[in-house]
């Protein structure tokens, strides 16, 4: 792939390699390159170095009357016709 009049091979890793060399990677996105990080062959991110025109985070204070994040009420439980349980654990014995 031609990027701004230079070519550069874009690199791809796999989750766990990335998970264990993530500096190394990281290293080399800060120098230009571009990694699309692969789960069992499929792609499923890239990352790619900052440029001038991505906008800066900014952390934001939470709104007045919000409450503190312990005490945020959660959302019902939705009524389900299966046990999520059960599905969860048939799952995972399946790999096994």
Do not use: N
């Amino acid at each position: 792939m031609t990027i701004r009049d230079y070519v550069m091979a874009m690199m791809h890793v796999g989750v766990a390699q990335l998970k264990a060399r993530l500096s190394e990677y990281l290293r080399r996105v800060r120098g230009g390159a571009e990694v699309t990080v692969l789960d069992r062959e499929t792609p499923i991110a890239r990352i790619v170095p900052v440029t001038g025109d991505t906008p800066p985070l900014s952390v934001r204070h939470p709104r007045r009357g919000a409450p503190p994040p312990g005490r945020v009420p959660l959302p019902r439980p939705l009524p389900l016709p299966v046990d999520v349980v059960t599905l969860l654990l048939e799952e995972r014995q399946g790999e096994r």
